[in-house]
Nanobody
Framework: QLQLVESGGGLVQPGESLRLSCAAS????????IGWFRQAPGKEREGLSY?????????YYANSVKGRFTISRDSAKNAVYLQMNSLKPEDTAVYYC???????????????????WGQGTQVTVSS
């Protein structure tokens, strides 16, 4: 059974950093596009970043996080990470990782581009 579990969220002050983890089981992250999304109360789910499968290896960042967030993959741990620096109050949201089946051709910056989702982890940025 394919499963994704996020961890690493928490309460931080503006300007601080967090690293989110997305641990995968039931599949190998090397062969899937893995994305990070967030959803704040009353807002749509926003695509933040994704990393393509190893055959391509592309990364993408939304303008809202470019230069502050970095996505990476650890094949040995079968996990994907999102390093978040210079956090702002507007980064407060539930953060999700997701995996895309190879047959899903929808844009990878949007939720419909993914087939499997984790349960989410809360990130709160507040002084």
């Amino acid at each position: 059974q394919l499963q994704l579990v996020e961890s690493g969220g928490g309460l931080v002050q503006p300007g601080e950093s967090l690293r989110l983890s997305c641990a995968a089981s039931g599949f190998t992250v090397d062969y899937y596009t893995i994305g990070w999304f967030r959803q704040a109360p009353g807002k749509e789910r926003e695509g933040l970043s994704y990393i393509s499968s190893n055959s391509d290896g592309r990364t993408y960042y939304a303008n809202s996080v470019k230069g502050r967030f970095t996505i990476s993959r650890d094949s040995a741990k079968n996990a994907v990470y999102l390093q978040m620096n210079s956090l702002k109050p507007e980064d407060t949201a539930v953060y999700y990782c997701a995996a895309a089946d190879a047959l899903n051709l929808s844009p990878k910056g949007r939720p419909e581009g993914y087939d499997y989702w984790g349960q989410g982890t809360q990130v709160t940025v507040s002084s």
